[in-house]
C-alpha cells in the first residue's frame, strides 16, 4: 500500500486548488479523477457555457450593427459554434494538465474510501494522512412523468457535444444553466422555449433583476413561463412535447437544467462513518467531516455551487488540515460569495437581496442607480440595467444587485465593501476613472449621501454657517 500526505478525490476547480498547494509546498499528493481533469467547471459548466454566450454575443453584436450607424453587406455562410467551443475546452484542458500535474501523482479512475484514512482504485488501496472529498454534482432529473426514462435529453453533461445548433429547444429551469443556454441558443438560431416553477429568472437572486432579463430574453424570441407546473413531457416522431396547463411546447431538443445532485452516492460514506445528507456531505466552517482527518470541499457539500466557492474552500480546508490548531481565517463564513450569471444583461449579487432584507425585517434603505441615466453606458448602447444596493441604516452595506454590462465585475468592489464591513461613504469617497462603467458604483453610493444631506437639520446648519 502506498502513502502519500495528501489524497484527492475529483479534479474539479475544489480538487485542483489542493492538489495545487500541496505540490507547492513539496508534499506528497496522490490526485483522482474518474472523467477529465478540470471537472464540471472546465469541461461542462463554466468554460463551454461562457464560450458558447461568447459566440453567441458576437452573432447577435453583428446583427445590431446598425444601432450603432454601421451597416455591413455580409453573407453568412455557416454557423459551428459548437466545435470552436470543444477546441477551446481542449486547448485549456492541454495546458493545465501539463503544467500542474508534473509534480501530482495522478490516477485515473473511480475512487471509493477504503477506511479512515485510506481511498481505493482501480483494485489499489493508498492511505493518505488527509483526505479530500471534490466530488462536485451532477444534473438533477425531477421527478416529471416521463422524464426519467425519456431518450436523449439534454443536460450540461452532454449539451456541449452537440455538432449542430438546434432548431429549437425546450428548457426545464429558469436558473443560471436555463437562462444562460437559453440566450445563448437563441442568439444562435434556436427556437427557445424555458418552463420552470419559479416565479422569475434566476430565482435565488433579485426579482426586479429576474424580470429585466426575461423582457431582454422575450425581445430576443425566448419565451419564458414561470411558475408553471408540468404535468408530462414525452417523444413522439422524432420530438419532444412537454405539458403543462394548457400549454404544450413541441421542440426538436429538451434541456434538464434544474438544479443538482451530489455526486457522493459510490464513495462508501455511510460505512466510514462520513455524515451525510440528499444536498451533500455534512461540513463544519472548515470543511471538516464527521470523519477526523477527511474534508469535503466545493460542491459535493451543498454549500454553494459556484467555481470560486469551491476553490476558496478548497484553500481553507487544505490550510485546515496543516494548521495544529483552528485558525480564525480559515472558517468558511468570514468570507462573503459573489455570483454572477453572464447573460446579457448580466445579473450579479453579493449580501442579501431586497427580499431577504424585508423578510428578515431589517431596518434598510434601499438604493438604486439605472444604467439609463449614465452617459457611458447609454452611449455604449447598453442602457439595460441598475444598481442596487441595500443598506443599513448606518450606512453598512448589507447587499448589492448588479444588472447590465460588467455586472460580474462591478460586484467586486461590493464584495470587499460587504467583506471588510465597508459603508457607503467609503465607495463615495473613492475615485473611480470615468467614464468607466465601474463609475455607476459610486453614483449610487454619492445618490444615498445626497438623501442623507435632504435633512432639514443639515439645511439649518449649512444656512446658519453660511449666515
Ligand atoms: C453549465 C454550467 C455553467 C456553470 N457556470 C458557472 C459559472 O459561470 N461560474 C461559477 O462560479 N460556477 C459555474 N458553474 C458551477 C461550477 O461548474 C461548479 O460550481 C464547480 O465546477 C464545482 O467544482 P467542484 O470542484 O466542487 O466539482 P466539479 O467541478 O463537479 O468536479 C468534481 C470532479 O470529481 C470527479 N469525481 C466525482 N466522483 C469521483 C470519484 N468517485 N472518483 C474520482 N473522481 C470523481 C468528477 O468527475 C469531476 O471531475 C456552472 C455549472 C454548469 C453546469
Ligand atoms: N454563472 C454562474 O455562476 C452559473 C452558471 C450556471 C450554473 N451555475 C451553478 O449551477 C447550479 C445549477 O444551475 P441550475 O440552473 O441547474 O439550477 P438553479 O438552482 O439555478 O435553477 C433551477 C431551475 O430549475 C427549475 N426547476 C426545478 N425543478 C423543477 C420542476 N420540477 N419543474 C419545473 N422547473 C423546475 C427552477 O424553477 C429553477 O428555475 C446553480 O446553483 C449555480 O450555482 C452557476
Redesign the pocket.
Known sequence: MKNYDLIV???????MAVSAMGVSMGLNVLS?????IG???LN???IP??ALLKGAEAFHGLKRLSSYGIDIDADILKISPMSVVRDKIDAINSKKTMKMFEKVSLVSG??VLDGPDAVRVNGRTYRGKRIFI????SPAIPPIPGLKDLPDILT?ENLFQLEEIPKSMTIIGGG??GSEMGQAFARLGTNVTIVHMDPHLVPTGDEAAGCLLEKVMVEEGVTVRNSASIDRVEKRDGSFFLYSGDDVFESEKLLVAAGRVP?IS??RLGEIGVNHDKKGISVDQRMRTSVKNIYAV???NGQY????A?MHQGMLAFMDALSPFSLPWTCRDRYVVP?AV?TEPEIAQVGITEKEASKRGLNYDVCEKKYSSYGRTVADGHPEGFVKIIVGKSGKILGATVVGEGASELIQEWTMAIQDRRRMTHIMMTQHPFPSVGTINKMVAEEWMMSKMRSPILGKLARFILR
Do not use: Q, V, Y
Open positions: 478525490i475529483g479534479m474539479g476547480p475544489a480538487g483522482i479523477e474518474r472523467r477529465k471537472g464540471e467547471c461542462c459548466g463554466c457555457s461562457k473511480e475512487a471534490a466530488t462536485g454534482t450540461n443560471a444553466i455526486s459510490g464513495l466545493g460542491d459535493c455551487l459556484l467555481s470560486h469551491a455570483w453572464f
